[in-house]
C-alpha cells in the first residue's frame, strides 16, 4: 500500500468519491468493525497517508478479525511498503512519543511495527563527506570519544559526529539541506533537516551544533572544536 507523505489537509472531497485527507481520518476514528475499516481502505487507497494508516492499524488491531479479512491485510502489510514510506512514518511515530501529550499516543503503534519503520531509517546512512572528515580531525586534535555516523538508537538517526557520553551532536550539513535563499539571502534548513534536530533535541540530545559548507569560510570549525574542548573542562571540573 503506498502511504503518501503529506499530513492531512482540510480541503474538499477528491473526485471519484473519495473522501479528503481529513475526512478520512474522522471516518477511520469512528468506524465501528474491521469491514468498514478495510472499506474505507480500499475506496480511499490513493488518499492514504501516514497519520490515516497508523490510525488504521491502531483501529484494526481492537476488532475482530476473521480469515475472510486476511488478503485484505496482506495488502496493508507494512513490510510491503517501500522504504521511504515507512522511514516517514517512523518520524511521525517519533514525534507522536517524543513531543505529544498522553491522548497522542493511543496513534502509537505496536512495538514490532514501530521497530520496522525505523530500521527503514537506519538504511539511510549517508558516507561521511570531506568537510565532515575535516571536522572530526580539528575535533579529535582537542577532544577524544567523538564518533563519526553515530547511530542514534532511540531515534534511528545518523548523527554525522557524536559525542553520546555528553549527549553532544554535531552536524555537517551541505547544500541539499537548505532551502533556497529568501529575499535577505538566507538559506534556512530545509524540512527534513528541521526535524531531525528537533526530534534529537527531544531525545535529550543537546541542541545539535551545525556546521554547512554554506558556513565553512565564517571560521565555524574554530568554534565547534572550542565547544568539545569546553565539554572537556567541564567534565573535569566535575
Known sequence: ???????PSSGGSAAGGQLNAKLLNGHISHASNADELLSLCAANSTRLNYIHAANLWNKLGKQRIERRHEEQLERLNPSRWSE????????????LFLERGAEEQQHLLSDS????????MQMNVARPSGLQRS???????????FEEEHLEPRTGYSLDLALPSSRIAIEVD?????????SQGVRAPNG???????????????????????????????????LANGSKRKKDSL
Open 192 to 226: 527534513p533537516t528541521k526535524l531531525k534536530r528537533r526530534l534529537l533535541a527531544a531525545a535529550g540530545w543537546r541542541a545539535p551544533a551545525t556546521v554547512s559548507t554554506l558556513e565553512r569560510e565564517c571560521g565555524m570549525v574554530i568554534p565547534l572544536a572550542y
Open 174 to 182: 551541505g547544500p541539499s539541506h537548505f532551502l533556497l535563499p529568501d
Open 1 to 7: 500500500m503506498p502511504v503518501r507523505n503529506e499530513p
Open 135 to 145: 571536522v572530526s580531525d580539528a575535533l579529535s586534535a582537542v577532544r577524544s570519544g
Open 113 to 120: 511495527q514501530r521497530l520496522l519503520f525505523r530500521e527503514a
Open 84 to 95: 521511504n514510506d515507512r522511514s516517514q512514518l517512523h518520524q511521525w511515530q517519533l514525534w
